[in-house]
């Protein structure tokens, strides 16, 4: 997706400098916002984490990605399981802190497992089933 929205940007400025500015301009704009969005994702600043005291990762969603702020969840704070629109899904503690995660981290299924021996008395989203 990020070298997707870099050909975007190069077309975009392409366009601009060969005299169709309402394309190119269009173009740049989408190809920036989708490299700048997918490239944060290949930092380690999304992985998710857990360990006996609980689970450590994104807790914030800023725009359809996630965003640099991350919290730690113990897992008996642990209160709610759900996925966002965009097709994230997060652990939810009583005051509100949330850790996300997707289907593209590639541990999701063992941090899946550890969710259901921790906390069986939770109700997964049928996706993480």
């Known amino acids: 997706m990020?070298?997707?929205?870099?050909?975007?940007l190069a077309l975009g400025v392409g366009?601009?400098?060969?005299?169709d500015p309402a394309i190119g301009a269009t173009c740049a704009?989408?190809?920036?916002?989708?490299?700048?969005?997918?490239?944060?994702s290949l930092t380690?600043?999304?992985?998710?984490?857990?360990?006996e005291?609980?689970?450590?990762?994104p807790s914030?969603?800023?725009?359809?990605?996630?965003?640099?702020?991350?919290?730690?969840?113990?897992?008996?704070?642990?209160g709610t399981v759900g996925a966002t629109i965009t097709s994230f899904w997060f652990v939810q503690a009583g005051d509100g802190r949330r850790v996300y995660w997707s289907y593209l981290y590639p541990g999701y299924g063992?941090?899946?497992?550890r969710?259901?021996?921790k906390r069986p008395d939770l109700t997964l989203p049928s996706e993480l089933r």
């Open 2 to 8: 990020t070298m997707i929205g870099i050909a975007l």
């Open 53 to 57: 005291a609980g689970v450590h990762g």
């Open 110 to 113: 063992s941090f899946t497992k």
């Open 44 to 51: 380690h600043r999304h992985d998710l984490s857990w360990d």
């Open 115 to 117: 969710l259901r021996t």
């Open 15 to 19: 366009k601009t400098c060969s005299g």
């Open 29 to 40: 704009i989408v190809g920036f916002m989708l490299a700048f969005f997918m490239t944060l």
């Open 60 to 78: 914030r969603l800023f725009g359809p990605a996630l965003g640099l702020s991350r919290a730690s969840i113990r897992w008996e704070e642990i």
